[in-house]
């Protein structure tokens, strides 16, 4: 008889059965084919946030984003990656606390929420540094119209503006700033090494590949770039020592960050010295919106209220009607510029009120050399109702502050004041979009 089966299956090996008691398990198996039919949309839950970010971010006015695109209809070239995928993508890791390009370029490919906002548009780490970098202006004005729009539609207002600023870490290590000095042997070593390199690439130019020649010359003139922008940050910090009348003092020599040259050693909270940038936001406090923000790198807040509300009628054509801040900002000369200049009435405490109370004396009476915009201030701050619009200050400043920390604002990715404040408009707008969308699930 013909056996019609055409492979042999052979004998089954004989099997022992399991000994009486013994758990029977459900086990994984990873090497079992599957075949799914999902496409990204199913995949996402019908109420994750990437969709409310997604939708947010599709109606803001980006064409501020789209005028140096050079791929147009009828031209040749690659298709470029629309700034509304970019923003949205910056926007929902803003959210999620994840400030590392690299990181956020990983997520891209893992993560299904990610997944779905781009949709199967690829990005790099480097497009997406590249954009937040080099995009500071352009994320500057979104923010602007976002706030703009806002204001036309009556949600937010600028009659009282609360200014409060955060010390966030700089991208460069202690160990990297040099004295005025020894910049100057610094500089001359770079140079040395920019000349030697250009010296070897002209006597032997098959020593190396041409692509690594031009990289190793790449990095050596940038490093001789940063060095100059040192030497020139001690010269202004000189300049800067000596107009607030202290040339004729020994102090100690200027130092500036062979990697970051526009870092500055400032205190932190926690009372220790490190490199760092001052963070300012202004915020309304009916809305806790943020109308504004800057970065600077200096390691005080007294000066900067004038700034923020020149700023303000910058971008909106007028300025805060009241503004609020802690005593660190309270500069008698910043008062005056704001009631000459703006018309704003400052609120913000009067130094040392509560000891001159116990002293018998009256911390809110006019001073000898006040001006009529500084007694009106200390007048104005005797008042229960300034006292109480101060209260509102902690609760919408502070709380504004708390909420980048959360959300991973505590050292920059970048360097340079320009870069850094680009990290910080994308944190504004980021967390603007993010109360729109609560205004919007409240109804």
């Keep these: 008889m013909t056996d019609d089966r055409l492979f042999d299956a052979g004998e089954p090996a004989p099997t022992a059965p399991p000994p009486p008691g013994t758990p029977r398990l ?36 980006l064409s501020a984003l789209l005028g140096d695109i050079r791929a147009v209809a009828g031209t040749a070239g690659r298709d470029a990656t629309a700034p509304q995928l970019l923003v949205a993508l910056w926007v929902y890791a803003t959210l999620q606390g994840v400030g590392s390009a690299r990181q956020l370029a990983q997520l891209c490919a893992d993560h299904v929420a990610y997944r779905w906002l781009c949709g199967g548009v690829s990005v790099s780490h480097k497009l997406l540094s590249d954009f937040r970098s080099g995009r500071g202006e352009a994320l500057d004005e979104v923010l602007t119209r976002l706030v703009g729009s806002l204001l036309a539609e009556g949600l937010v207002t600028l009659d009282e503006v609360a200014q409060d600023g955060m010390r966030v870490r700089a991208s460069a290590g202690a160990g990297s700033f040099r004295r005025s000095s020894r910049l100057a042997d610094c500089l001359a070593a770079a140079r040395r090494q920019v000349a030697a390199l250009k010296a070897l690439a002209d006597e032997d130019p098959a020593a190396l590949p041409a692509r690594q020649q031009a ?57 220790g010295f490190r490199p760092g940038y001052n963070v300012q936001f202004g915020t309304a406090t009916a809305s806790g919106i943020i109308v504004g923000v800057d970065v600077v790198n200096a390691g005080t ?19 805060p009607v009241t503004m609020l801040a802690d005593g660190g900002f309270a500069t008698l000369a910043d008062i005056d510029r704001l009631a000459t200049r703006h018309g704003t009435r400052l609120v913000a405490p009067v130094k040392d009120a509560a000891k001159k109370q116990a002293a018998g004396q009256d911390p809110y009476a006019r001073q000898p050399k006040d001006s009529a915009a500084t007694a009106a201030w200390r007048a104005r701050m005797g008042t229960a109702a300034a006292q109480a619009a101060y209260r509102r200050r902690a609760p919408t400043a502070e709380w504004v502050n708390a909420l980048c920390r959360n959300r991973g604002l505590r050292a920059f990715p970048v360097r340079g004041l320009e870069r850094c404040r680009a990290v910080a408009v994308l944190y504004a707008l980021a967390h603007n979009l993010a109360v729109v969308l609560r205004w919007a699930a409240a109804g």
């Design 26 to 61: 459900r086990l994984p198996r990873r090497d079992q084919v599957e075949v799914q039919m999902a496409s990204l949309d199913q995949l996402l839950d019908p109420d994750h946030p990437a969709r409310a970010v997604w939708q947010a971010v599709g109606q803001l006015d």
């Design 301 to 319: 807040d007294g000066g900067q209220l004038t700034p923020m509300a020149d700023q303000v009628r910058r971008r909106y054509g007028v300025s």
């Design 215 to 271: 990289a190793r010359q790449r990095a050596a003139a940038e490093r001789q770039a940063r060095v100059e922008r040192a030497v020139a940050a001690c010269e202004q910090l000189r300049t800067q020592r000596a107009a607030r009348g202290r040339s004729d003092r020994t102090p100690a020599e200027e130092r500036a960050s062979t990697t970051d040259p526009e870092a500055r050693r400032m205190k932190f909270a926690d009372g």
